[in-house]
């Protein structure tokens, strides 16, 4: 299988070097709109993490399981959900990690 790995960041940059968070209700909003019409299911975990070793962040964590041999399919459906959430939330990029995994049920 391919398991693929999205971290949507919600710090949102403001004026005069303020920040702000993605509010809760509108990344269910963005992710009614974005996500869940275009990939049938995944997983989501809240986290915090550092970025750049100075940076505190509290981000989404989107986790994709697809079958090896169809995830071409859904590769180009997780492309424009990265680029929605920068157009709406104004992010530099949703960081994507793609693993060729085992697995066994």
């Known amino acids: 299988m391919i398991k693929t790995e999205l971290y949507f960041g919600r710090r949102i ?35 915090n993490g ?20 169809v995830s071409r399919a859904i590769s180009s459906k997780i492309d424009k959900i990265r680029c929605a959430y920068c157009r709406a939330f104004g992010q530099e990029s949703v960081m994507r990690i793609d693993h060729d995994v085992y697995v066994s049920f």
């Open 13 to 47: 940059e403001l004026m005069d070097n303020e920040f702000a968070l993605v509010k809760l209700d509108a990344w269910k909003k963005f992710k009614i709109a974005e996500v869940d019409s275009r990939i049938d299911g995944y997983t989501e975990l809240f986290a």
């Open 50 to 69: 550092s970025w750049r070793g100075t940076i505190e962040e509290a981000f989404v964590l989107v986790i994709i399981w697809d079958e090896a041999d």
